[in-house]
């Protein structure tokens, strides 16, 4: 009999790197991702299931115990879980009426960090990300060059860029040339 492998998840931008003297480009942790949708009644049971608080604002995320919860609509948010915990199962935990769909393998993420890092992410998003009207802790769903992303500002000089898998390396290279032009 066949010993049982079990295989190891690895983000599409394994060994990726990337930016200059003022921005580092780094692939995010391999993560656990659930799409949620639910109504108004549901927010404080799925909240409790969680172990956080889901926001109901937008541009507004929440974060405790390495959990993230982005609002990305008035009835949706994107879940991201980065110590391997069971979102799946708290939702479903919760006792509410809501959907949720595992987007583990849908999505990937690049860590943009560092001084020019709020030009390297203008290069192809024309939102204002100064720290007044894009404070710590806003997420939006928005375009990035041609792609859709969701940008969340996790710290003054950080951003984390969710995209589909099948873009991240296009959105990894125009932040890579977004770097290099940050820094001349």
Not at 21 to 45: I, W
Request: with cysteine; proline share 4%; net charge negative.
């Amino acid at each position: 009999m066949a010993d049982a492998v079990i295989a190891e998840r690895k983000t599409v931008l394994a060994g990726f790197h990337g930016g200059s003297a003022k921005v580092r480009l780094t692939a995010a942790p391999v993560a656990v991702r659930v799409s949620l949708r639910a109504g108004a009644d549901a927010v404080a049971g799925l909240s409790k299931a969680l172990g956080l608080t889901l926001p109901t604002k937008p541009k507004t995320s929440a974060a405790a115990k390495g959990r993230t919860a982005f609002w990305i609509g008035p009835d949706e948010w994107l879940l991201i879980d980065e110590t391997g915990g069971d979102l799946m199962a708290d939702c479903a935990a919760s006792g509410t009426l809501h959907s949720a769909a595992d987007v583990s393998h849908r999505n990937a993420a690049i860590i943009v960090s560092g001084p020019a890092a709020d030009v390297t992410v203008n290069t192809g998003c024309p939102l204002d990300l100064s720290l007044v009207a894009f404070p710590v802790g806003a997420v939006t769903r928005t375009v990035f060059g041609k792609i859709e992303i969701i940008l969340h500002r996790v710290e003054a000089e950080t951003f984390r860029v969710e995209c589909w898998r099948s873009f991240a390396d296009y959105a990894f290279g125009m932040l890579a040339e977004g770097a290099e032009d940050a820094s001349l």
